[in-house]
């Protein structure tokens, strides 16, 4: 995700950090030779292309402006969706460990030993969540705060953070059993798993259902169509400025589709997806305090305005 200082217009006007530009420059360049070569031709060879009336593109510009728009609302609903979703899974991850912390039995070695495994397989379960999110691989991450013993069955698991959830369920139902906490606290717990397992089938669902191809495609096909007649359209009155005003238009429209492909899927590494490492990361650093340790790892900050 793209974090900077708000800049001046000038500055901002040539960034090209967490721009499209680099993503719809061919189109750019294409439409804009396209645009030259027939603004030549009609300097040249004058009435060779015939004189049209601007409304139909001006019409059907508001139209595919419509859908743009609308589909560049539908992607960041997404995206703001899965925001929110992380932002719960912060929420309850917190609330987790601060009731273990504030109420699970701590005068006994079973007890303190519990509390430490619960909320290392919260820290595991945020871990799991981001890898599987962006289908890397979470070992590294993930085996560190779970026992050994369990490591094998971690690697079976189809579902990684599911299995995490069902662990975290067993030492809720373990501490009932040994009376390290009360029934009302078990069942404040089981809440806060319940919750989480939410935020996981919400992700879920948001990665695996993109928005409908044949709307998708009729707007990409629309897009292309119009970049490329709308030379034939203006040039006649235009002139060779229609290079010019045909490269902004095609920035517009390609810029607005390759937008809402980016934030369709907020779960990867482009430049505009959510930080998932760092989110990750700051619950891990917030839930390792609560264990009154020392040794935390470093916040992940900002790499050229670019947070992961």
């Not at 680099?22 to 292309?49: D, N, R």
């Not at 809402?260 to 505009?272: D, K």
Request: with cysteine.
């Amino acid at each position: 995700m793209i974090v900077r200082q708000k800049s001046h217009g000038l500055k901002l006007f040539f960034t090209l950090r967490g721009s499209v530009i680099p993503q719809i420059y061919p189109q750019i360049l294409l439409i804009t030779l396209l645009s030259v070569l027939i603004a030549g031709i009609q300097h040249w060879f004058p009435g060779f292309f015939s004189s049209y009336d601007t409304a139909p593109f001006t019409l059907l510009g508001v139209a595919l402006s419509l859908f743009l728009g609308f589909r560049n609302n539908a992607s960041y609903a997404r995206w703001w969706e899965a925001r929110e979703q992380w932002g719960q899974l912060t929420i309850d991850a917190r609330s987790l460990a601060r009731q273990v912390i504030s109420f699970m039995d701590e005068e006994t070695e079973t007890g303190r030993h519990t509390q430490r495994r619960m909320i290392h397989l919260t820290i595991a379960f945020t871990h799991a969540l981001r890898h599987r999110l962006r289908d890397t691989s979470p070992w590294q991450d993930v085996d560190r705060f779970v026992e050994p013993e369990h490591h094998a069955s971690l690697r079976q698991a189809q579902n990684l953070p599911e299995y995490l959830l069902r662990l975290m369920g067993k030492k809720v139902g373990y501490s009932r059993r040994q009376r390290l906490l009360s029934e009302f606290l078990v069942q404040s717990m089981d809440e806060r798993l319940t919750s989480m397992a939410g935020v996981l089938a919400a992700c879920e669902r948001i990665q695996n259902t993109p928005l409908p191809f044949a709307y998708t495609l009729l707007v990409h096909r629309t897009t292309y169509l119009y970049c490329f007649m709308l030379p034939f359209g203006l040039v006649s009155s235009l002139g060779w400025a229609t290079p010019l005003v045909c490269a902004v238009i095609a920035y517009t429209f390609f810029g607005l589709d390759a937008l809402s492909e980016e934030l369709e899927q907020p779960f990867g590494l482009a430049a505009n997806d959510l930080p998932l490492s760092a989110l990750s990361r700051t619950i891990e650093i917030n839930l390792l305090e609560a264990l009154e340790e020392t040794e935390l790892p470093p916040a992940i900050i900002p790499k050229d305005d670019c947070l992961s």
